[in-house]
């Protein structure tokens, strides 16, 4: 089998992009799942397009490794798709007008339709704003609420497990998000066990932040969503919107709100590695309408294709 692909990153965050139409009806999880794999293109997420009829407009299956179905929403995976519409001939393939500056882009995702708002300079996407509405209601479906695990406050966002690196220390004082030695991943993995029987999530999905930014960030977070696999994310869209939801419900935005009441911008650090924080932004803007977020959307500030090329399965 020869597929063609885009490979792109969002912060560390990797990303691979695959056709439907060149994949056998039947084996689009499985093909995509052994693409991610460390003998073939490596990747955190694949995401798989199809042609709609509709200009402007691209159904999409995302799949992960460490889930065995797709997943219903991916933020790195809109951000690369955006920069690889202009820079690669994606844009092309799939009917997209390269002339518009912005590009208005809507994608069929399985949380709900989402657009992308990207800013064209030079012949690159230099800014893709991810409109995030469809999951903010899904999170919201799930629950955005505090939990009680192992004498740790924590919250759930949606799928997400949301943990407060301060509080996490008092627990586990010999905890470590840089090294991530014996004692935080043990008890990390047991939280992230807990969670999953509490709420009945069947996906992997975890932030750690805290408020000691070390660039220009209001916060700094990092994505440990399957360390049993050492599988972290540096960066992540869909964990950065949960992240500040949570960071809403718990009141520690209170005093970030707009003078107007009704918007609230987060700028968080992540990227480069698996440590907590790292040199890059996503920033998360949420419209407030009383104690919840009726929409959220976000963009990040490094975003790169780093390869084209034709993959080979057996």
């Given at each position: 089998?020869?597929?063609?692909f885009?490979?792109?990153h969002?912060?560390?965050?990797?990303?691979?992009l695959?056709?439907?139409?060149?994949?056998?009806?039947?084996?689009?999880?499985?093909?995509?799942?052994?693409?991610?794999?460390?003998?073939?293109?490596?990747?955190?997420?694949a995401?798989?397009?199809?042609?709609?009829?509709?200009?402007?407009r691209?159904?999409?299956?995302?799949?992960?490794?460490t889930?065995?179905?797709?997943?219903?929403?991916?933020?790195?995976?809109?951000?690369?798709?955006?920069?690889?519409?202009?820079?690669?001939?994606?844009?092309?393939?799939f009917?997209?007008?390269g002339?518009?500056?912005?590009?208005?882009?809507?994608?069929?995702?399985d949380s709900?339709l989402?657009?992308?708002?990207?800013?064209?300079?030079?012949?690159?996407?230099?800014?893709?704003k991810?409109?995030?509405?469809g999951?903010?209601?899904?999170?919201?479906?799930?629950?955005?609420?505090?939990?009680?695990?192992?004498?740790?406050?924590v919250?759930?966002?949606?799928?997400?497990?949301?943990?407060?690196?301060?509080?996490?220390?008092?627990?586990?004082p010999d905890?470590?998000?840089?090294?991530?030695?014996?004692?935080?991943?043990?008890?990390?993995?047991?939280?992230?066990?807990?969670?999953?029987t509490?709420?009945?999530?069947?996906?992997p999905?975890?932030?750690?932040?805290?408020?000691?930014?070390e660039?220009?960030?209001?916060m700094?977070?990092?994505?440990?969503?399957?360390?049993?696999?050492?599988?972290?994310?540096?960066?992540?869209?869909?964990?950065?919107?949960?992240?500040?939801?949570?960071?809403?419900?718990?009141?520690?935005?209170?005093?970030?709100?707009?003078?107007?009441?009704?918007?609230?911008?987060l700028?968080?650090?992540?990227?480069?590695?698996?440590e907590?924080?790292?040199?890059?932004?996503?920033?998360?803007?949420?419209?407030?309408?009383?104690?919840?977020?009726?929409?959220?959307?976000?963009?990040?500030?490094?975003?790169?294709?780093?390869?084209?090329?034709?993959?080979?399965?057996?």
């Amino acid at each position: 089998m020869k597929l063609d692909f885009v490979r792109g990153h969002m912060g560390g965050n990797l990303i691979i992009l695959l056709r439907g139409e060149q994949i056998p009806a039947g084996c689009e999880l499985e093909t995509a799942v052994k693409l991610m794999g460390p003998n073939y293109l490596y990747g955190h997420e694949a995401g798989i397009l199809y042609q709609t009829g509709r200009p402007g407009r691209i159904a999409v299956k995302i799949a992960e490794p460490t889930v065995p179905c797709f997943i219903n929403a991916c933020g790195g995976f809109t951000q690369v798709l955006g920069a690889a519409l202009i820079e690669t001939g994606l844009g092309k393939l799939f009917g997209i007008d390269g002339t518009a500056n912005p590009l208005e882009v809507i994608l069929e995702i399985d949380s709900g339709l989402t657009s992308l708002h990207i800013e064209i300079a030079a012949g690159k996407a230099r800014r893709i704003k991810t409109d995030m509405s469809g999951f903010v209601a899904d999170c919201y479906n799930r629950g955005v609420r505090l939990l009680r695990l192992r004498n740790l406050e924590v919250m759930q966002s949606g799928k997400f497990l949301i943990i407060n690196a301060d509080k996490f220390r008092k627990v586990y004082p010999d905890s470590d998000f840089y090294s991530w030695n014996s004692v935080t991943r043990e008890a990390v993995t047991a939280l992230q066990d807990d969670f999953m029987t509490e709420t009945g999530e069947k996906e992997p999905n975890v932030a750690v932040y805290d408020w000691y930014p070390e660039h220009e960030g209001n916060m700094r977070v990092i994505f440990p969503h399957y360390v049993r696999d050492n599988f972290f994310e540096p960066s992540c869209g869909t964990g950065s919107v949960a992240l500040a939801l949570a960071a809403f419900a718990a009141g520690e935005l209170n005093h970030r709100l707009a003078d107007d009441g009704e918007t609230v911008t987060l700028e968080i650090e992540s990227g480069g590695g698996i440590e907590l924080g790292g040199p890059d932004l996503t920033a998360v803007e949420m419209q407030i309408e009383g104690d919840t977020a009726r929409a959220a959307s976000f963009s990040h500030s490094r975003v790169e294709i780093t390869s084209t090329g034709e993959a080979r399965l057996p």
